[in-house]
């Protein structure tokens, strides 16, 4: 395997982390920062990088009061003659929360980077500084791409538990030194109260960490940004968010479940005061945008969206797709005609326009939801589908007429490497697409992945639909509905491209990094 090694970067991390621990623990959580300057501004809820390129990144940060964002970076961990990126005022009309772009670096090199928050009105006052480091996207083929991905976190009120630890998969992921993690949406529950404790089948009681903000469903910007610093409490995260890029999307639970626009949410709804969704989704948007380094949804940006292409070198490109804000009304999805479908026309059509452009080996097509498994909505007893497939295994209907044309686009264009990406259902399973198996027939054969839940409730393997000709050909999940993480069941997976072959290979996962199964794809083949 070519993939280029960096063994000294987790080395280099866990000093410079060991010297910063203290401070990436909230004070909230009873622990007096052992490095931390008496007034000064204290990052306590650690770093994280994001959509990084050849030659750029974004960095992240959170203080806990007004603060002018500093951001250097070098070669090296001695950090001598340091570049310096100055970046936004943080101040509470981003909850202290920002971003800064480094730009001008090399490619296929490790970053080295800190953060310093200034005082506003004195520069020379500054916190201690917190410690991190990426590589940035090389532009040789032959050193490789190798990445991670998964969903679903703090989900179904199995929150952080001190008494395993906390988000454990974190660490085993960490140790694969991915060049980034590509999390396919349900970064929170903002619909999914936490309390301190949950009986388990066993006898025994989960325990969790609680906030006042994940004690309800979220309404208010302030109790969406809760949810968000909720996951921020645990260490495993913010080690891992220091060491490892993320390319993050949405989902429906960073506003509620198996949400869409216009939706009105029923009056015998009553944990909900704010009956609009379109009021939660515009401020869970906000707090999504200010809590992730995401370069589409930056201040300033031309569009704030959340669908994107992040160019990985030669190897690989990635589609990261919005299922969720330009998608119909849920509903039986039994129409015959369906030009908004799941994505909208608009980004149907940049997605079409994206993949025609690509000359990469490779396109992973981050997907929040799967294509050919029914996930239904019964969300106040309706009998209507979340996801494209409605079970009907006949000729397209609803929404899998979109997908159908988009399947149609990629075969007649020769556009040759893609593969989807997903998570949402709460199990690990690979799925081969063949038209010789479908209904429609008219695309060229490709694989879907599923990973997850990464901390959440897993549930049964969801049902097949056979409109595009599914093969399960592996899958694993549990016969019980929510089993908690201390049941297992919880998954990531792994995408290895060689820079040599050219060869992706698939591994799902389990939470300690075991593998379940491993599928290898040839470049520019069809079928696989």
Known sequence: MSHRPFPGRRSVLRGSLAASAALTLPVGLGAAPAFARSGRPQAGWGVQTGDVTTDSGLVWVRSDRPARMIVETSATESFRNPRRFHGPLLDAGTDFTGTT?????????????????????????????????FRTVSRHRRDGVRFLWSGDLAGQGWGINPDRGGYRIYDAMAGLDPDFFLCSGDNIYADGPISASQALPDGSTWRNVTTEEKAKVAETLAEFRGNFRYNLLDDNLRRFNAQVPSVIQWD?????????????IAATDTRY???????????ARRAFGEYFPISTLRPGAKEGRVHRVLRQGPLLDVFVLDMRTYRNANSPDGQTV??????????????????SRSRAVWKVIAADMPIGLVVPDTTEGRPNFEAVAQGDPGAPLGRELQIAELLRFIKHRRITGTVWLTADVHHTSAQHYQPSRAAFTDFEPFWEFVSGPLNAGAFPASAL??????????????????????????????????????????????????????KSLQPGRVGQ
């Open 101 to 133: 772009r480094l730009h001008g670096l090399p490619s296929g090199e490790q970053i080295h980077y800190r953060v310093l928050l200034a005082d506003p009105d004195d520069p020379r006052r500054t916190g201690e500084p917190v410690a991190g480091a």
């Open 252 to 264: 429906d639970h960073e506003v509620r479940n198996n949400w869409y626009p216009g939706e009105v």
């Open 273 to 283: 005061t704010e009956k609009s969704v379109d009021v939660l989704a515009a401020r």
């Open 338 to 355: 369906d030009p908004q479908g799941i994505l909208g026309r608009e980004q149907l059509e940049w997605l079409k326009r994206e993949l």
């Open 465 to 518: 639909d056979g409109t595009f000709g599914p093969e399960r050909v592996f899958v694993k999940a549990p016969t019980a509905s929510n089993v908690s993480p201390a049941g297992g069941y919880q998954f990531f997976g792994e995408v290895d491209i060689d820079g040599g072959s050219g060869e992706l290979t698939v591994r799902l996962r389990e939470q300690d990094g075991t593998v379940l199964f491993t």
